[in-house]
């Protein structure tokens, strides 16, 4: 007897745990930890992942399990027990933490279908299944179920002669090739015949055709031909004499494009420096996590390539973590270029087809890189030698769904099963892995020069405020404006940079840049258009706004916020003679836009480039000699204790976009807070001395990398039971915790009303709290009780990135 444990697809607090199956005989031999199922649940059959198969069961009475879904494992061991671990971490539901690992095909509705493996013959199969797949034929999953042949589909598939793929809906329409070949033959054909009534005419003449054409048919010359239906001819394929089947090509995104094989460049003295302990570390089987700081293009991406091939050299696999923006075809190349095709791609301008393609590269070990974003650290290799995270600070490595996984941590925990080191790399480290680094948690590994010696690009910072008093009442400053001018008639390019990010606004004085913080934490309080209020959202203090600034007593004093289409207006106005290529969520939602946009511009067709932070990356063109920053302020005031750190490193990373090459460069920044130590210090590029200010800042208002931080996020569509409900929240998580512990709230949400739900949430600041997870699944397994009959959400972010 075999019993299989089964994680249901039911995301819920009283189904988070194993249901034991009874394991039917026909699929005994087939059924393996990792694979997915069907389960009878209830009165419904949901999908399930098998993460044991063992022989005896507490429980008496067992229900079968349908089928499999299946060939082999889609989840090996080590990702199974990541999976335990990454529920138990980040709180969250184990079908949510192994559903994460998968590609998107695997998760939603797609067609699924079986087919020959790459590059097998036909001949290579048992004859009994050469129906199913002649000329190229797929076969349908559920047909495959239906017909009874599935573990002789497994037992092929194990050798790898066959394998599953998956089909998007529309991409099944554009291509109807479909065909009809018998099953049976000529004998059994004909007696069907005999068996089948007078009045089957139809079908008769259908089996008649495959007596006297025993091959396969395109489905609708045969339903052309014979004046038959569709139906009809579907109707004979369910009784197993006749099987329909369809074509596919395969689908490679890069397959069109050429890539120069590079070797590897021989090493700077600080480059030499750099590598010899992560060389050591992957010889010596050591796990080790090293920071790789150094400004870009000071060689950092040189340091990757060479440790990859070492591992490669030890027959180990890379994964190579990069923000989605920077995903761009440079950076790929750069891989490509020396690694061949022993690099997988995930990128989200991927079909889902095309990413689960490249996922069975990984599956299969055809490949030994992947490069990809937050998600390509699943990447299922069993050999793991390097993990490498680029950019280790963006925001994107983390997820702010469940699983709420950040995506350095994952690359810790597999680095330490592998016993293999982890590499960070970046201009401006998070303050949390800098500060791990001068602790000696993590080894600093440093490049001080850029590789051309290319001297950083001059930033001038413009006071707005400077404008407003001379009179210029525009977005740009009369440098700006100059500056723009000048390159236009030299025909150099330019980047205008508008940051726009989060949904809320802060109160400014336009006067003197003051901008209204509240007194408790530190932040900007942010306005609310409905009332002429300004709240707090870490601790709840609410003030009006002023009617004149605290500070100069200006009346100039209003909400901040522009967006692009303003801004492109305007420059329409000043610059009437310039072409703007505008970039921000409008203009690139369609896929590939973003890459075609950027090409125009990088062929001249545009003398200014505009956009929000998505051209923060990446961009290296020659022709770009100035960098304006139209609001360095905006991300600065949003209610976040890390927007000091993010101003500081966008800004740093914007002015790094300008005079690359030959041509030298120009940064102009304006803001109304031109004293600010962010905006100062990103001008001088000093981050040393931006840690430490920050630092300081940091620990004063009890924040990482001091303290730890866990947010939680209650909503409902009635406001009173959100506020009830995180008050409740708030006093037992006090009643839990020690008394250094700092429990915050009820306090709204910086995000007030999503899809007329109130958001309240309570945030918790704590060094060490053993209670702390205890207390807090305790509140899960409450409050996602009454989730069900009442509508009440609740979530928990254990060391959230973004507080909204
Ligand atoms: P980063 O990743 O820090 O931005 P890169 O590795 O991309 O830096 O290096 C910047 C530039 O210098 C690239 O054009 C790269 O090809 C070149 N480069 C890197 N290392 C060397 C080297 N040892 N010798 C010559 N050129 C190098
Ligand atoms: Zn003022
Ligand atoms: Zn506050």
Redesign the pocket.
Known sequence: MKIASVIVDVPAKQTDKAFDYLVPKQWEDMIQPGMRVIVPFGPRKIQGFVIEVKSTSEVKKLRELVEPMDLEPVLNDELLKLGDWLAENTLSFKIFAFQVMLPAALKAKYEKKVKLAEGVDLSDLPLKLHPYFKNGGMLDWDDAIKNGIVPHLQREAAKGLLEVVYLVKERVKKKQMKFITPLVSKEDLLAEIQRLPANAQKQKQVLEYFISHHHEVEMQKLSAELNVSLSTIKALATKNLLVETEKETYRDPFKDRHFERTGP????EA?KKAITPILHAIQHREHEVFLLY????????????QSIQEVINNGKEAIVLVPEISLTPQMVN?FKGRFGDMVAVLHSGLSAGEKYDEWRKIQRKEVKVVVGARSAIFAPFENIGIIII?EEHETSYKQEEMPRYHARDVAIKRAQTYNCPVVL?S?TPSLESFARAKKKVYQLLS?PV???NKALPTVEIVDMREELRAGNRSMFSRKLFELLKDRLEKKQQSVLFLNKRGHSSFVMCRDCGYVVNCPKCDISLTYHRAGVQMKCHYCGYESVVPRACPECNSEYIRFFGTGTQKVEEELGKILPEAKVIRMDVDTTSRKGSHERLLKEFQDGKADILLGTQMIAKGLDFPNITLVGVLSADTMLHLPDFRSSEKTFQLLTQVSGRAGRHQLPGEVIIQTYTPEHYSIQLAGQQDYTQFFQQEMMVRRAHHYPPYYFLTLITVSHEQLLTAVSTTEKIVRYVRSQLSSEAVVLGPSVSPIAKINNRYRYQCLIKYKREPNLTKTLKMILDQYQKEATKDGLLVSVDVNPFILM
């Open positions: 460049l021989p090493l700077t480059q150094g400004v870009t293009g000071s060689g950092k991406t040189e340091i990757y390539l750069r680029d790399g201009a490049l850029r590789m051309n």
